[in-house]
């Protein structure tokens, strides 16, 4: 495990470490290709445009009632932290890389294919996902495999409404959620870092799980395109990775999905990635976290809970090793 430790005892992992190499090459090509303009167009007056627009420059205001069995109490991550240190690889693997350059990202017209082992296959375009079911607003915290977290106000619903509309058959065990991969909008898949399109998958008792949300929104507005606008999945109870952000597809399989971390490095990223602080990621421990905003030398590490909180969702593992299923 490399972690260092600082004068004070606080377990810091350093992001060389955290980001494993191809990582790093791939950042370094991805600000080369910004320096020598050829990414996206490249004018500088382009780009400071397009990131005041990432920014949040004249969002859609989202109505949603608060549904208060979904908040947590903890203080909300600042609006400006939320929207500015962000993964999301098709915009580069630096964590200010989606709110600079994710303004190529065009969230309208945008429609979600839901196919494979329903009875109702559909397209939805957003207009159809925002009214499928009332929009509530439920603050959760997300917690990156990273050792960082945020508690952030979505707005969406519990994905089980999608599932009920679609009526999966019995053959389905699985949801694939498929990413949008178009080099035209996302710099970031010149860059082989992760097979594209962005891959993640939940298994079907875990979609229905009411905490699952399809989002929508986040802080009164619609998505910020560097948090995935126009449409995402959040699931609070694992690590951030499986929150796949602008969805194009979801698939019901018969079928464990193969995933984009888990494709990349199998050994560090396994299917369920439910936040457990006793099993250590390979290269550093997952028993604390950093929350984001609170930032200070001096701040001891918040400890990780079990489920990252959320003990509801034990139920869906009964009799099933955590330490083997991580
Ligand atoms: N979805 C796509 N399509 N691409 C990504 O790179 N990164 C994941 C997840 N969803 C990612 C993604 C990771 S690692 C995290 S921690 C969360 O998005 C971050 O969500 P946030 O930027 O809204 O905090």
Not at 241 to 263: E, H, L
Request: with cysteine; aromatic share 12%; charged share 25%.
């Amino acid at each position: 495990m490399l972690i260092k430790r600082n004068p004070n005892g606080i377990d810091i992992p350093f992001s060389s470490e955290i980001t494993p190499r191809a990582v790093f090459e791939a950042r370094r090509t991805f600000i080369k290709q910004i320096a020598f303009g050829s990414v996206a167009g490249g004018a500088l007056l382009d780009l400071l445009s397009r990131e005041a627009f990432a920014q949040g420059a004249g969002a859609q205001k989202l109505a949603a009632k608060t549904n208060p069995a979904f908040v947590v109490m903890d203080k909300t991550t600042a609006y400006k932290d939320a929207t500015s240190y962000n993964n999301f690889y098709e915009f580069g693997t630096d964590k200010t890389d989606p709110s600079h350059y994710a303004g190529t990202l065009k969230p309208r017209p945008w429609t979600v294919a839901i196919e494979g082992e329903v009875k109702k296959p559909m397209t939805l375009d957003i207009d159809s996902l925002l009214k499928l079911a009332p929009l509530e607003e439920r603050v959760y915290r997300l917690r990156c495999v990273e050792g960082w977290s945020m508690v952030i106000p979505w707005i969406g619903y519990s994905f089980a409404e999608l599932i009920k509309k679609v009526e999966p058959t019995g053959n389905a065990k699985y949801v694939e959620f498929i990413s949008l991969a178009d080099k035209k909008q996302m710099p970031g898949l010149r860059s082989p870092v992760l097979e594209w399109p962005y891959v993640e998958g939940l298994r079907l008792d875990e979609a229905n799980h009411p905490l699952t949300l399809l989002t929508l929104g986040m802080y009164g507005e619609v998505l910020p395109n560097q948090n995935g606008a126009p449409v995402r999945i959040v699931v609070p109870w694992k690590y951030g990775f499986k929150s796949a952000k602008s969805i194009v597809k979801i698939r019901f399989i018969k079928d464990q999905p193969k995933t984009a971390w888990n494709i990349a490095a199998p050994q560090e990223y396994g299917f369920y990635s439910n936040v457990n602080p006793e099993v250590d990621h390979p290269r550093w421990s997952q028993a604390t976290e950093r929350r984001i905003g609170e930032d200070s030398f001096f701040k001891p590490k918040r400890k990780t809970l079990m489920f990252n909180g959320y003990s509801n969702v034990a139920s869906l593992y009964t009799g099933m090793d955590l330490k083997k299923f991580f």
